[in-house]
């Protein structure tokens, strides 16, 4: 059974920083592209940061570029996203997802669509003002 899995959501102020961590049990992160999403209370959600599975692509949405990044740690089996320079509106549940193909690299498609294969539960972000 795939279990995916973040870590490392919290309060902070605005201005501050987190990393976000994703792991999974029962899947090889490596293999697939992986994406960080968003959803604030009454909004959509939204991909805000995808990577293929090659890590040699990478896709921001607009509203964090500059100030998110993501990453991946293969042997870790583990997805970073790092957040500086946080602002109130990055408040937020964020979710990671598994990408639907295997090495597929279709990180835009990914953040864009949301076909995912597998999500996790969620982190809360909050900041403060």
């Known amino acids: 059974q795939v279990q995916v899995v973040e870590s490392g959501g919290g309060l902070v102020q605005a201005g501050g920083s987190l990393r976000l961590s994703c792991t999974a049990s029962?899947?090889?992160?490596?293999?697939?592209?992986m994406g960080w999403f968003r959803q604030a209370p009454g909004k959509d959600r939204e991909g805000i940061s995808c990577i293929s599975w090659s890590g040699g692509t990478t896709y921001q949405t607009n509203a964090v570029k500059g100030r998110f990044t993501i990453s991946r740690d293969n042997a870790k089996n583990t997805v970073y996203l790092q957040m500086n320079s946080l602002k109130p509106e990055d408040t937020a549940m964020y979710y990671c997802?598994?990408?639907?193909?295997?090495?597929?690299?279709?990180?835009?498609?990914?953040?864009?669509?949301?076909?995912?294969?597998?999500w996790g539960q969620g982190t809360q972000v909050t900041v403060s003002s």
């Open positions: 029962g899947l090889t992160l490596r293999d697939y592209d």
């Open positions: 997802a598994a990408g639907a193909y295997w090495h597929g690299d279709y990180a835009n498609m990914l953040c864009r669509t949301g076909e995912a294969r597998h």
